[in-house]
């Protein structure tokens, strides 16, 4: 299974950007998607991550501002970001959680897609 980012960018604080993020390869179930980041000097983190059958899980510092969709026919996941600051500047990476056979289940990483915010 690949994943494959796109969106990221440099913007301004206050700004917008929107990151998507598609699956291709064995997929038997797509059992969750989302993003995680990592910011400079710190671990990596969840930003959002939407499974199966449950709401979307955001991180505390996001709500509100983030918005996490996924299609599941797609096997795509979106985050939209508003109300961008200069702390949400950091690597995004995409994140699923995928059965590629019934009983086999897997976590897979996009390469992460830059995402910085000037103050």
């Known amino acids: 299974v690949q994943l494959e980012e796109s969106g990221g960018g440099l913007v301004q604080s206050g700004g917008s950007l929107r990151l998507s993020c598609a699956a291709s390869?064995?997929?038997?179930?797509?059992?969750?998607m989302g993003w995680y980041r990592r910011a400079p000097g710190k671990e990596r983190e969840l930003v959002a991550v939407?499974?199966?059958?449950?709401?979307?899980n955001y991180a505390d510092s996001v709500k509100g501002r983030f918005t996490v969709t996924r299609d599941m026919a797609k096997n795509t996941v979106e985050l939209q970001m508003n109300s961008l600051k200069p702390e949400d500047t950091a690597v995004y990476y995409c994140?699923?959680?995928?059965?590629?056979?019934?009983?086999?289940?897997?976590?897979?990483w996009g390469q992460g897609t830059q995402v910085t915010v000037s103050s």
């Open positions: 994140y699923a959680d995928i059965k590629v056979s019934p009983n086999y289940e897997y976590d897979f």
């Open positions: 939407i499974t199966s059958g449950r709401r979307p």
């Open positions: 390869g064995t997929i038997f179930e797509n059992v969750a």
